[in-house]
């Protein structure tokens, strides 16, 4: 697993073009800039590694595409130390991005496959996420909640109440919401029962899948 001043020097370039597009988060693009994302990679894809696409990985899902995680990820407003659920381990490159930028990730994966794969994979590269789950996103993870952030990783028909419940107080979920395009949604939680709501663009992402296992 080799990361070369080459890798290095894409991933800056791919920095600049995030940047164009409009993430202003320090933290973030250097996150971005970090992460050896043509490792999460097969071998034989690296040409693709540092362009700003999605790429197809195991179980019929996608890396995403860095702007994609970048805006996802600023959205947040990660300090260090928060509790952030991943609904969507995949490849593990949204993780490690929470990873590098001080977060508790807690993440869940329903694709076995990738489950096993991926849980193995980042502490090799030294990221530390405190939990790994094997399940139903849809149902969160309410032993360990509240958090302060919840990122959805794939596009859901319709916004999970369990997800929206696992909030804190000030806590904010970011979820792709619809069918063939998804809408980028963030809530913000203001009290008990009130949620602020907004809705920032189209995306397209896999779907988020339900109770398959």
Known sequence: MKDTFKHKGLRQQLVDVIKNKGITDTNVLKAIGKVP???FMDSGFLDHAYQDKAFPIASDQTISQPYTVAYQTELLQIKKGYKI?????????????????G???YSIERQLELFKKTSKFLPKLGYRVKKFIFGDGYKGLPEEAP???????????FVPKP???????????????GDNVQVM??????????FEKHELGEFRFVPLLENKN
């Open 85 to 101: 659920l991943e609904i969507g381990t995949g490849s593990g490159y949204q993780a490690a991005i929470l990873c590098e930028l």
């Open 147 to 157: 958090f302060d952030g919840i990122v959805v990783t794939a596009g859901a028909p």
């Open 163 to 177: 997800l929206l419940s696992q909030l804190k107080i000030g806590g904010r979920l970011v979820i792709p919401v």
């Open 37 to 39: 994302r043509h490792l």
């Open 103 to 105: 977060a508790k990730v």
């Open 185 to 194: 949604t963030l809530y913000i939680r203001n009290d008990v029962k009130e």
